[in-house]
């Protein structure tokens, strides 16, 4: 048997179930980091040219922090390397080449979490909650365009273009995304310091309602990975700049009402969108990389 025969022939033994093989190793590389660090404390920063910002309060120290986010994008490109070889490496990033999204869909994907942030912090104001100052809005900038390489990145590399798509052949998109949600959320497990089993459930229900936003989005700018990138990285930014000081100051009722509002959410897009969350039933031509991607 030729070698290249013989290594696709490991290759598909090994990935029977590459869904688990991938939850798996997105966990086993990522935890593996964190547990490393689990003993640390203090500020995640990153400093380019003179900007020192500050990602997150994690109980780990360092780039080997933010290196632990890449295990989805990793685990991903594994996988459909053992499965499809380099060509389904290729496939993989081909969502990042859709780029040229129209002025709605980029401006959903910058805006919406940003305006969900804001209106969190109205509410919880309405409840008699003290909110907190976040600063400089210039921070916000900062954190969403120097995260975008990092976590944002190699997540949805993990979990819209590998897991999403692959999910949402054999089920529903609304199934999909609370499946995916359901992974995603405790994987943020090691990242959480000193927390109570009551911010776990609402950070879970949380990222379900997130998964949801974001399969809508992905599906509605035909797989656009670039779009969800952008997405992720404006809902970090809001909450590390926007609502993480009131958080601190406030505790879990903060993020009581964060969660609800993004369910809210979630649940006036299904309403409109419908459980397929605009995923586009009827065959279509392949959109080129580079070129507008959504209708």
Not at 239 to 244: C, D, G, I, K, P
Request: glycine letters at 10%.
């Amino acid at each position: 048997m030729p070698e290249a025969t013989s290594t696709n022939v490991r290759g598909s033994r090994l990935v029977q179930s590459p869904i688990l093989w991938f939850v798996i190793g997105a966990y086993l590389f990522s935890w593996t980091i964190w547990l490393s660090l689990r003993g640390h404390k203090g500020d995640l920063t990153w400093s380019i040219r003179g900007w020192t910002i500050t990602l997150a309060s994690y109980p780990a120290i360092g780039i080997l922090g933010i290196l632990g986010t890449f295990g989805p994008g990793i685990s991903a490109i594994i996988i459909t390397g053992l499965e499809k070889g380099r060509k389904g490496i290729n496939e993989l990033w081909i969502g990042l080449g859709k780029w040229r999204l129209q002025a709605r869909w980029f401006g959903i994907a910058l805006l919406l979490f940003p305006f969900l942030g804001a209106l969190t912090l109205l509410l919880f104001g309405l409840v008699g909650g003290e909110v907190v100052s976040p600063g400089n809005p210039v921070r916000w900038f900062r954190l969403l365009i120097l995260n975008l390489p990092l976590g944002p990145l190699w997540e949805e590399l993990g979990w819209r273009a590998f897991l999403l798509n692959r999910l949402q052949t054999r089920r529903s998109p609304l199934l999909a995304s609370i499946i995916i949600g359901a992974i995603w959320g405790p994987w943020h497990l090691l990242l959480h310091s000193r927390t109570s089993l009551e911010f776990e459930i609402w950070f879970l229900i949380m990222v379900v309602a997130v998964s949801v936003l974001f399969t809508w989005v992905f599906n509605r700018t035909k797989a656009s990975l670039a779009a969800v990138i952008l997405m992720h990285s404006a809902f970090d930014a809001t909450t590390f700049y926007l609502l993480a000081p009131t958080i601190d100051a406030q505790g879990i009722l903060l993020v009581r009402v964060e969660a609800m509002t993004i369910v809210c959410a979630a649940l006036v897009t299904l309403f409109f969108a419908g459980p397929e969350l605009g995923r586009d039933s009827t065959p279509s031509a392949d959109v080129s990389p580079g070129r507008e991607s959504q209708d």
